[in-house]
């Protein structure tokens, strides 16, 4: 069993940046952990994800250019740092993770450990 704790959503101006964090309360040497992120009124979208094992990453085409998964300062932890944000990037964000390799997409029920999230709200 894992915690997943998210931290570092916030209030920021369209433009603005963001860095969120996830951090577990144990280490999977080759685990994938991803973001996904929900807005009011719409499904749950996979948007990131990194292999612990390699560091391979993995995004989708809506956040391609604007977002960064990595590897945080512990080997527990992973970022997602958030450029250039808009009011379309307002939702709560979350992390998941699974005790496996990533695959070429990112399905939440392909994850088994999940976060609370972080909220993010953009104003323009």
């Known amino acids: 069993q894992v915690q997943l704790v998210e931290s570092g959503g916030g209030s920021v101006q369209a433009g603005g940046s963001l860095r969120l964090s996830c951090a577990a309360s144990?280490?999977?040497?080759?685990?994938?952990i991803a973001w996904f992120r929900q807005a009011p009124g719409k499904e749950r979208e996979g948007i990131a994800e990194?292999?612990?094992?390699?560091?391979?990453?993995y995004y989708t085409d809506s956040v391609k250019g604007r977002f960064t998964i990595s590897k945080g300062f512990t080997q527990n932890t992973v970022n997602l740092q958030i450029n250039s944000l808009t009011p379309e990037d307002a939702a709560m964000y979350y992390c998941a993770l699974r005790t496996s390799s990533c695959k070429s997409y990112i399905r939440q029920n392909d994850f088994q450990f999940w976060g609370q999230g972080t909220q993010v709200t953009v104003s323009s």
């Open positions: 990194i292999y612990t094992g390699t560091g391979a990453t």
């Open positions: 144990r280490y999977y040497m080759s685990s994938c």
